[in-house]
């Protein structure tokens, strides 16, 4: 048996949309986009009361195992599976989808979405553990090898979800979109290129 190792990244990244489109449009195009390209889905709109303020929230990372009593079970757990304890909060968002994406023997993507109002638009913000799968017995390196050749690099079809879904907003509302931040950063503007490619059909169906 050959020793398995797994490789985990977080991404987040952070996008301004500039637009004067109501939170169903937007969410329909976010939702559209992100549904043909994952494993499973769930989104929730929260009740979010009075104007948008002048300022977009932002996400933040709670570590669900930190102050519980497995606490001091974390210093066992492997590095790259610690990640996927980690919870995003959304506080103060209209819109949140939680999304999973799995590649057997492959790829194990976990993706979380927070859209945030404010007076010109909205904030959306993006974290995901990517999770690729590596060495293991022949069984798993065929099935790599198989899925590799159906979707490709898992990594690059990470980025091309996330940079499909931000140009599925700006052509379905109009917005104008810039970068804000991110890790590891974009570079230029791909979601305004209409030359770079987005997922194919069968990268939309994990194997």
Sequence with gaps: MAQRADRSIEIYHIFDLKTSATRADVTRAITDSLNANVTDSDTVMPLVRG?????????????????????????????????????????????????????????????????????????????????????????????RAIAGAVVKDPRDWTNKTIVGTVRSVSRATGATVTYVEGQPAFEGAPWNDENTLLPQDSEKTPE
């Excluded at 104007?51 to 606490?71: C, H, I, Q, W, Y």
């Design 51 to 143: 104007e948008p303020p002048e300022k977009p929230g932002t996400f933040e990372l709670v570590d669900a195992l930190e102050n519980s009593r497995m606490g001091g079970l974390a210093a066992l757990i492997p590095a790259a599976q610690r990640a996927q304890f980690k919870q995003v909060k959304c506080d103060g968002a209209v819109w949140i989808a939680n999304a999973v994406r799995r590649i057997r023997g492959s790829q194990n993507l976990r993706l979380t979405m927070c859209l945030f109002p404010y007076t010109e638009g909205y904030h959306l913000d993006v974290y995901a553990v990517d999770t690729e799968e590596k060495g293991g017995g022949l069984a798993a390196k065929l099935g």
